[in-house]
């Protein structure tokens, strides 16, 4: 059996029991997601990102994910990890 998004779960639950769905949902609603980004360019990337992960969490997922901030790209960050020393020692 697959299930490509969450509304086909909460289809084939009902089928079973109205209780059991109504658990789900509230399971389901009451699940709180946040997202940080990493390594973020420009804000076209950044705005880009946040609208296919919208449609996406929409499609299969039906949770709402908070958008929590994001992290920018900074060179001196990827210099540190090529050179395998802290970025903070830098």
Known sequence: MQFPNISAI???VGTV???IL???REIVNGYKVGIVLNLIRTR?????F???LRVLRKKYLGINIEKLGFMPYDIS???SI????PFLLE
């Open 10 to 12: 909460y289809k084939e």
């Open 82 to 85: 090529k050179l395998m020393k």
């Open 17 to 19: 029991s109205a209780d």
């Open 77 to 79: 960050v990827s210099e």
């Open 22 to 24: 109504e658990e789900i």
């Open 50 to 52: 946040f609208t296919v």
């Open 44 to 48: 076209k990337e950044l705005n880009v």
